[in-house]
């Protein structure tokens, strides 16, 4: 256990940034993002940056490999993967966000092993929450502003200054390389600060519970809720691509005569041709089958398939989407009906 | 405003009870008090639902489109428009997407709109109420009251609004502001801009585009953004690519932004909903002030029969084809 020196978390992340690719939370006209780190502190009372950390390990677009010839003669090179980077100043909701997708992207049967090697080379140093935001939940979806999981290392902000805890091997190495820019934490009570982090008032956690929803889920799945929240739904991306646990994707060839490359990019279920298929059929053909699937997905799909909620309580639906379609929104108006 | 509210319950309860109106698109309270969200309503038990206050100004002329395609051919349908949804609706108008007579507007004369986020900043939460006065807003909270200038606590598009009352309306609320002239710092931003070197200014849009995540909400809410199925979404050929290298992130956003060139009302939805904050109201703006100084138009927002990119005149100076003057 160690502290910041200096009280500060700069020289840290300056000792970090000499030998790794440090990521953080940076202010770029005016936005907090999550972003490469260009040598700032972190920005005053952030708490969570508009996208999420998921970035790092399911970028927004990627090329898989280029290919070039025909038939037989088809020459395949598969894209490199960028090198190892640390992911500083995550919150706890957006690291657990890592560990739910890693769930699904990582499973036995289907390893995704670019999202797999991302993962083991990423190295996720957390801070702890001493204030909940605006539309934070996270308690109520299982989570804690104090939670360590899908973290590396713990960063706890106290009084006394940044009480630091290595959770997994790596951390500790990581924290090995910086011994320059931590003093030994001197009576620091890691149990405290943690528990501390861990009671910040958090008012609409007290106010929601998707549990019922969840557990009468029948219901909720025919009920006329999901028509009157979906008729303002703008169709738009906003809500799946600013999501830390949204993962869907898509494949695309770009091509130009007998060469091309073969992307991925982010995909959103509330796009109206994500579920389209040849001959014109579309499974969800409006709004409220789209609305009502991003919330049964996790609230309920995901649970039973893995036995947690597919959310984290991080608030960013709340924040970002125009016409207020989010999981507060939504838990508040179906346990009206459960 | 409370008033207001009561007025447009009555004027909506009235369409419906006439029965020419099959749905009213206004504002119900959404989550939070401050973040009233659309509604779309669809009987006359229903009105009493609707809500009219000074956080109510998230765009909804878009919707008209949606609606129009749903609606029963002799039905009308009803929509509350402060100023900026007002050249929203001439907008889809002028572009044939919807007639005027399919239409029962209820205009509101719009002091501005509050932002609920700088709102929050200023007073350490969420307030829970707001009256917008001449000179100033007084901001109310759970335990206080606030008095604060207009420009700390209005939306960005509100503050460089010169048109608060709907020019087209069936029944109008409360009174006309008046239109003022077109302000002066209307396109500050857009000239600074253009004073920094070709570089600059690139690295700056670099920066911006960088960002987006290309979800199309800026698209998917723009009045001028109409196209059954847009070029951008298209297959073959694939005009747009999926990757977010910075040639596509431009491409996307160029493409936007001279597809509502010369159309755009500028009512500042795009860069409302934006998610990262890309200022998409700087592109839109240059081009409107483009066309504003190449075609000596004073207010080139305005939509009209003879818009300078909309219309094609044989006497065109520039002729057809190229050839100067010749049809």
Redesign the interface.
């Known amino acids: 256990m160690k502290m910041a020196a200096a009280g500060s978390l700069l020289p840290l992340m300056e000792a970090l940034s000499e030998s790794n690719d440090l990521w953080a939370p940076i202010v770029?006209?005016?936005?907090v993002?999550f972003g490469r780190w260009k040598g700032e502190s972190l920005p005053d009372n952030y708490r969570v940056t508009?996208?999420s950390p998921k970035e790092l390990l399911l970028p927004?677009?990627e090329?898989l490999m280029r290919f070039e010839g025909v038939y037989d003669q088809l020459d395949i090179k598969e894209e490199p993967i960028e090198g190892p980077k640390v992911a500083f100043g995550v919150r706890p909701c957006d690291a657990a966000a890592l560990d739910l997708i890693a769930e699904v992207l990582g499973s036995d049967d289907y390893p995704d092993e670019r999202f797999g090697q991302r993962k083991d080379s990423t190295t996720v140093v957390t801070l702890a929450c001493d204030e909940a935001g605006?539309h934070c939940f996270c308690r109520a979806v299982g989570g804690s502003p104090a939670s360590d999981r899908g973290s590396d290392i713990m960063i706890y902000p106290t009084d006394e200054g940044y009480l630091l805890r290595a959770v997994t091997g790596a951390g500790q190495d990581i924290l090995r390389q910086c011994e320059s820019a931590l003093d030994p934490a001197e009576g620091g009570d890691v149990e405290s600060a943690a528990a501390d982090c861990e009671d910040i008032e958090m008012p609409l956690a007290e106010e929601i519970s998707p549990d019922g929803v969840t557990e009468d889920w029948h219901r909720v799945f025919e009920s006329p809720i999901w028509e009157q929240l979906a008729?303002?739904c703008?169709?738009?991306?906003?809500c799946g691509?600013?999501c830390p646990t949204c993962y869907c994707f898509?494949l695309?060839d770009?091509l130009r005569g007998n060469s091309g490359?073969r992307?991925r990019?982010?995909d959103?279920c509330q796009f109206e041709?994500y579920l389209l298929m040849a001959g014109d059929h579309n499974p969800r053909p409006t709004e409220t089958e789209r609305t009502r699937q991003r919330f049964m997905h996790k609230l309920h799909y995901f649970v039973s398939r893995w036995g947690e909620y597919g959310c984290v309580g991080c608030g960013r639906c709340?924040d970002?989407c125009?016409?207020?379609?989010?999981m507060?929104?939504a838990i508040?108006e179906l346990e009206e009906v459960v | 405003m409370r008033q207001l509210q009561k007025q447009l319950r009555q004027e909506a309860e009235d369409a419906f009870a006439d029965g020419h109106v099959e749905v009213f698109i206004g504002y119900q309270e959404g989550f939070e008090r401050a973040r009233p969200v659309p509604v779309f309503v669809r009987d006359r038990e229903s009105v009493q639902e609707m809500v009219l206050n000074e956080f109510s100004g998230v765009s909804l002329s878009k919707y008209l489109l949606r609606e129009a395609e749903r609606a029963q051919e002799d039905a009308s349908i009803g929509i509350v428009a402060r100023g900026c949804d007002g050249l929203g609706i001439e907008r889809l108008l002028y572009d044939q997407c919807i007639s005027r007579e399919q239409l029962y507007i209820v205009g509101v004369g719009c002091p501005g709109v509050v932002d609920p986020e700088k709102a929050a900043q200023l007073c350490g939460e969420i307030p829970v109420a707001a009256e917008v006065e001449k000179q100033q807003v007084v901001l109310q909270t759970s335990s206080e009251e606030l008095t604060v200038a207009k420009e700390e606590v209005l939306r960005d598009k509100c503050l460089k609004c010169d048109d608060p009352t709907p020019r087209i309306y069936d029944a109008l609320l409360g009174e006309e502001i008046q239109r003022g002239p077109v302000r002066q710092n209307r396109f500050d931003g857009v000239e600074q801009l253009e004073a920094v070197s070709d570089d600059e200014r690139y690295e700056f849009w670099v920066r911006q585009f960088d960002r987006c995540l290309r979800c199309f909400a800026c698209r998917n809410v723009c009045p001028a953004c109409s196209c059954v199925t847009c070029s951008l979404e298209e297959e073959e050929p694939q005009w747009l690519k999926r990757s977010t290298s910075s040639s596509e992130q431009f491409m996307f956003h160029f493409t936007r932004a001279y597809h509502v060139a010369g159309r755009c009302v500028s009512c500042g939805a795009c860069e409302e909903v934006c998610p990262v904050g890309v200022p998409l109201m700087l592109l839109n703006e240059k081009l409107l002030k483009d066309v504003g100084e190449l075609f000596e138009e004073p207010s080139p927002h305005l939509p009209s029969e003879t818009e300078p990119l909309g219309e094609f005149s044989y006497d065109d100076p520039e002729g057809w084809r190229g050839e100067a003057g010749q049809s």
């Not at chain 1, 770029?28 to 936005?31: A, H, I, S, T, V």
């Not at chain 1, 703008?234 to 906003?238: F, L, T, V």
């Not at chain 1, 125009?322 to 989010?326: K, Q, T």
């Open positions: 770029e006209d005016g936005q993002v508009d996208n927004q677009t090329s605006e008729g303002r703008r169709s738009c991306g906003i691509y600013v898509a695309f770009d490359v992307f990019g982010w959103s041709d709340a970002k125009p016409v207020g379609i989010h507060l929104a508040k």
